[in-house]
């Protein structure tokens, strides 16, 4: 079993800064590329950012230099800091993470979500 929770959204301004957190535990061998995406309400979840084991990182082109993925591999952590944050960033944010367990398996996990809403 292979778990994946977030941290870090809330309710905040336009032009203020949010730190998302996701960490994942439970029966992990090795985690390889890990993302963030996001579903506004009424709209399909789309992709945020993602980032390899080895620091590679790719970002959609909406959120090219306000946000910036990284990870902590020691502790099976990715972060996403978002700056200078929009009314249009509104969205319920999903962390993944391709796993690999101790038995070898290999899988894409998901966590729950956590809402970040910008609003003056």
């Known amino acids: 079993q292979v778990q994946l929770a977030e941290s870090g959204g809330g309710l905040v301004q336009p032009g203020e800064s949010l730190r998302l957190s996701c960490t994942a535990s439970?029966?992990?061998?090795?985690?390889?590329?890990m993302g963030w995406y996001r579903q506004a309400p009424g709209k399909e979840r789309d992709l945020v950012a993602t980032i390899t084991s080895g620091g590679n990182t790719n970002y959609a082109d909406s959120v090219k230099g306000r946000f910036t993925i990284s990870r902590d591999n020691a502790k099976n952590t990715v972060y996403l800091q978002i700056n200078s944050l929009k009314p249009e960033d509104t969205a319920v944010y999903y962390c993944n993470a391709m796993v690999i367990t101790f038995q070898r398996s290999m899988g894409l996990y998901w966590g729950q979500g956590t809402q970040v809403t910008v609003s003056s």
């Open positions: 439970g029966n992990i061998f090795s985690i390889g590329a």
